[in-house]
């Protein structure tokens, strides 16, 4: 069981930037796809990024292509997102998780189910 605790959150304007970090302790980081996901209240929980093992393939929803950035550090167990140009409707808790269910997978997946150890989240709030 991997733990994740994530980083970074804040209330800031519209157009700024804020990068999060999601620190991962007790499991083999570098073999696991990894994630940054986001819910608003009402909404249903959504991908924003995923990165596979290495970093070499990086899936984004489209509402953030362009602004947001996802990386990881596999040396120092760390995954980030770089937000920039932050709007309004960013505003949401972003959770990082990971998917430990097969370790080197090519590609990432991109469902909320598919992912098994979960940080507890950290609130983005983007003013106008």
Do not use: H
Not at 4 to 27: I, M, W
Not at 44 to 68: H, P
Not at 87 to 106: G, H, I, L, M, N
């Amino acid at each position: 069981q991997m733990q994740l605790a994530e980083s970074g959150g804040g209330l800031v304007q519209s157009g700024d930037s804020l990068r999060l970090s999601c620190a991962a302790s007790g499991g083999t980081f570098s073999r696991y796809a990894m994630a940054w996901f986001r819910q608003a209240p009402g909404k249903q929980r959504e991908l924003v990024a995923a990165i596979n093992w290495r970093g070499g393939m990086i899936s984004y929803t489209d509402s953030v292509k362009g602004r947001f950035t996802i990386s990881r550090d596999n040396a120092k167990n760390v995954v980030y997102l770089q937000m920039n140009s932050l709007k309004p409707e960013d505003t949401a808790v972003y959770f990082c998780a990971a998917d430990t269910s097969f370790p080197f997978r090519p590609a990432p997946r991109t469902g909320a189910a598919e992912y098994d150890n979960w940080g507890q989240g950290t609130q983005v709030t983007v003013s106008s």
